[in-house]
């Protein structure tokens, strides 16, 4: 029972607050404080000089633009040392030509890792899994996934994801699969029968029944 125990890992959870963090990274130190008012994309990745994460990084990177649009930061982390990481960056720069622009958390200590339940014991027992972690402006944890040692992770989805949550916060909707910028949205269900009849009845969405109802923003 006690192993079992020891084996248990905690996570956060959605819709609470981000766990806080204080941690040295390639941009100075940084805490969870110093991005509120911006949303936030914290990822772990295994190891630096590993050639799946690498890959990673710089998709990171390419994507910054979009990030910085939509008024997100990056935040990358593994459990290497400072110095590892700076040698990382250098390496990438003169291998790839891509500058790593982000700041990375040097987490040697594993604080910020076993806070955030980035270490899973049957995939590594000292290095960080494929964890990302979407914070929004609020610090409040609003996604997070997590991918295997061996895979990538995809931008396209988190650039979608964080577009997708950003237009349900400011429209009081929600989005169906795969929704990407310009489609139409889903509107909250009906809470009455009148509501629902005079929503059947109105050019302003497209209902498919009461509570299925779609409209263009």
């Avoid at 604080?111 to 929004?136: C, E, L, Q, W």
């Amino acid at each position: 029972m006690e192993n079992q125990e020891s084996n248990i890992i905690s996570l956060p959870r959605l819709n609470e607050a981000a766990p806080a963090f204080d941690a040295v990274t390639t941009q100075g130190r940084k805490t969870l404080e110093d991005y509120k008012g911006k949303w936030l994309i914290l990822f772990s990745h295994p190891a630096d000089f590993t050639p799946v994460c690498t890959t990673e990084f710089i998709a990171f990177q390419e994507r910054k633009p979009q990030f910085d649009a939509m008024n997100c930061e990056l935040l990358g982390l593994s459990i290497d040392s400072h110095h590892s990481h700076i040698a990382w960056i250098l390496n990438v720069k003169k291998n790839f030509g891509v500058d790593l622009e982000f700041p990375i958390i040097a987490d040697l200590d594993m604080k910020v890792a076993m806070t955030y339940g980035m270490v899973h014991p049957g995939a590594a027992d000292t290095s960080a899994v494929r964890a990302t972690f979407i914070i929004d402006d609020k610090g409040v944890l609003r996604a997070m996934m997590y991918y295997p040692m061996s895979n990538g992770r995809s931008m396209d989805e988190f650039v979608r994801l964080v577009e997708a949550m950003q237009t349900s916060d400011e429209y009081g909707v929600a989005t169906p699969a795969g929704w990407q910028k310009g489609d139409k949205v889903i509107v909250p269900p009906a809470a009455t029968v009148e509501e629902a009849k005079a929503r059947m009845a109105s050019d302003d969405y497209d209902c498919v029944d009461f509570y299925y109802c779609t409209k263009s923003l």
